[in-house]
């Protein structure tokens, strides 16, 4: 299989489920691709959860949903070790962290404490309890959701742990014809029951290791650079994307220009992806966000200054 494939197989799946959302399956596909995460924020009611479980379906991979809540706790996420009465041993007891797909359902709701238990797993994609260390089955991926309006009982996620997100998506209200589809779609049956994999964990490796290999030339790679480094510069920026950032940026252009069946990157495909990947790394000042500017603006503004190479 290579990438035209997998993007048609997978899209193709999920529409059964979700209808009219294939910008947003192809950004979880980069994510796949470059072993990142991602955090779905958008209003409730709109699919959050339904896409990540059926992305999870399509992919023949381990699966675990974490409910977050107040009461979480980080051994309820990693595993702990128990003391087995009838063997006089500790074993230790595997949490549902240790699977290929994650879906962190409202994330923002667990304390910073259980929040912080995803940090070693999403960045080393390992787990160390009491010492020992357990690595995490391959491929890894992280798919959290949380709601921007309802703010009372929720904790906002760090800096540290925004960084560690490849992108921030959102999937948005359908169209009017959309909305229609899925009235009739969804009137006898969820079609999430009846969905299928289309793809094993082997088959993604192997495209993984050859997403690497797509081309980026010097002068994309130093476009890359400069948009980064400009987003620290910026006057209504406080704190600016991170070298983890343009790393980010870098990887998922690969993945997209391999999706669109090119062996090379493109500066569209970095532009693509500079609101996604860099948005929610760039922290703008107190007084420009009441000013009604958001960073999605200010990366918008940031695009738009850099100068676009020309490449043949």
Known sequence: MNFIELGHVVRDNIAQVLVGKGEVVDLLLVALLVEGHVLMEDVPGIGKTTLAKALARSLDCAFARIQFTPDLLPSDVTGMNFFNQKDQAFEFRRGPVMSQIILADEINRATPRTQSSLLEAMQERQ???????????????????????????????????????????AVGYPSEQEEEEILIRYQREDPLDSLHSVVDAETIGELQAQAQEIHVSEDVRRYVLQVVRTTRAHPAVQLGVSPRGSLALFKASQALAALKGRDFVVPSDVQLLCQPVLSHRVHISSQVRLRGRTPDQVVAEIIESVPVPVVE
């Open 127 to 169: 787990v160390t309890v009491d010492g020992e260390t357990y690595r995490l089955p391959r491929p890894f991926l992280v798919i959290a959701t949380q709601n921007p309006i309802e703010l009372e009982g929720t904790f906002p996620l760090p800096e540290a742990q925004m960084d560690r997100f490849l992108m921030q998506v």
